[in-house]
């Protein structure tokens, strides 16, 4: 019986010395025909946006699990959506700083540290309150894209600025629309006299 040989080239080496090998908030050098500054500044920005847009998009997720009340079913799926087009945002975002050759943050810790918008309680919120949260965090956002937009155009970053008014602010403005609509107050029967 022929006897079996341990291939060490074969071994997976998973345990590996930790490498950064960019540190976060320096720039890598790209022939982009932007000047550092505009890109560092572009970067700064999307940053930001990138941390309410991560927080936004998972507030939507948790308030699509704990909906409730007469209007469940539309605004259950409504939120669902919505989420699903935050999460497509997110992907963008972080894709646009590596491009101008940053980096992005990622992790739930870097969000927390960096957002601007109020983290929510744990426990379930009613239905006015979880609509007027969401609202107030794509405010945040709008804003910070309305500033971020100005300031590429001015730097001459065309790619930023399409990017968070063609995207961002795009996607964003007809959400705040769809929300504030289910707080009108307008009763689901009405009574003729």
Do not use: C
Request: proline share 5%; hydrophobic share 40%.
């Amino acid at each position: 019986m022929a006897k079996t040989k341990t291939v060490d080239a074969a071994q997976p080496q998973y345990k590996v010395e930790p490498r950064e090998i960019q540190p976060f908030g320096t720039l890598k050098s790209l022939p982009l025909a932007l000047e550092d500054n505009a890109r560092k500044q572009s970067i700064d920005v999307l940053n930001q946006v990138l941390a309410d847009t991560i927080m936004l998009r998972d507030m939507y997720k948790k308030h699509h699990w704990q909906m409730s009340g007469a209007t469940f079913y539309q605004l259950h799926l409504l939120l669902d959506a919505h989420y699903e087009e935050q999460a497509k945002l997110v992907d963008l975002i972080a894709e646009r700083i590596m491009a101008l050759g940053g980096i992005s943050i990622a992790t739930p810790h870097d969000v927390a540290e960096t957002t601007r918008i109020a983290r929510p309680p744990k426990g379930r919120e009613d239905v006015p309150t979880q609509l007027s949260r969401l609202l107030e965090a794509h405010e945040i956002v709008l804003r910070q894209s309305h500033e971020g937009a100005d300031l590429a155009d001015d730097a001459g970053d065309d790619g930023t600025n399409d990017l968070l008014v063609s995207n961002i602010i795009r996607t964003n403005e007809p959400q705040v629309w769809f929300l504030a609509e289910h707080l009108t107050e307008t009763p689901l029967v009405r009574e003729d006299k």
